[in-house]
């Protein structure tokens, strides 16, 4: 009874449909265009970001039309009321368009993040500094990853 039923179980449990990811098929479309309105120096990153993802002479070609905005918030402050936290919140209004297959989505990505007050403020700089660059190439790793299942669910 006990090898039926394992028997039965190992059946049932081995064909759940699960597939494994090919990776040389995500990111298979060129950017042809990157156009950018808002923040200039985050736009740039998130740009650069993108067209290294970029995969040349490819049939998809895509343009992408990017309105990043950047908004710093005071986080904290202590009892002195001196600010000790400061928070970036990036906001992307995202607009491609397929250009051999005449589709165009728009959607926006949000990221935040914060940072401390240094001692220096140079330390203060490069705390922001680090924070932007990380929260952009996460909008970037989202935006890759939404344009991939936009082209790839038609």
Do not use: H, P, W
């Not at 597939?19 to 736009?43: A, H, P």
């Not at 995969?55 to 343009?63: A, M, P, Q, R, T």
């Amino acid at each position: 009874m006990s090898k039926i039923l394992l028997i039965l179980s190992f059946i049932i449990l081995s064909s759940c449909g699960f597939k494994v990811v090919d990776t040389s098929k995500l990111n298979n479309f060129l950017i042809q265009e990157v156009k950018t309105i808002g923040d200039k120096k985050t736009s740039f990153k998130i740009k650069n970001n993108l067209l290294l993802s970029s995969k040349k002479n490819n049939e998809n070609v895509l343009i992408i039309n990017l309105n990043t905005v950047k908004k710093r918030n005071i986080k904290e402050k202590n009892i002195k009321n001196e600010i000790t936290k400061y928070e970036i919140v990036l906001e992307v209004e995202v607009e491609f368009d397929l250009l051999n297959r005449n589709i165009n989505d728009k959607f926006t990505i949000n990221a935040s993040g914060d940072y401390l007050i240094g001692s220096n403020y140079s330390t203060t700089l490069n705390n922001e500094k680090k924070l932007i660059d990380d929260l952009s190439e996460n909008i970037s790793d989202k935006i890759l990853n939404r344009i991939n299942l936009k082209i790839n669910d038609i």
